[in-house]
């Protein structure tokens, strides 16, 4: 099982199963990798805000 996965929307936790928890880990961290990075990432944080058009408004 992936370790330290947490997913929050709108402030509220969503719980993940395994599949969820390690597709999200792994494609967020494939990302990282390929930025070539000068360190090893750790930890990774992404704080992402939708604008309208993000959240289907018209």
């Known amino acids: ?3 330290g996965v947490k ?3 709108n ?3 969503v719980r993940l ?3 969820p928890m390690r ?3 792994n494609t967020v961290a494939g990302y990282i990798k390929s930025l ?3 360190e090893k990432p750790k930890e990774i944080k992404i704080h992402i805000i939708l604008d309208e ?3 289907g408004g018209s």
């Open 7 to 9: 997913l929050e929307v």
């Open 17 to 19: 199963k395994d599949f």
């Open 36 to 38: 070539n990075l000068e």
């Open 11 to 13: 402030g509220k936790e």
């Open 53 to 55: 058009e993000d959240k």
């Open 1 to 3: 099982m992936a370790k």
């Open 23 to 25: 597709a999200l880990k």
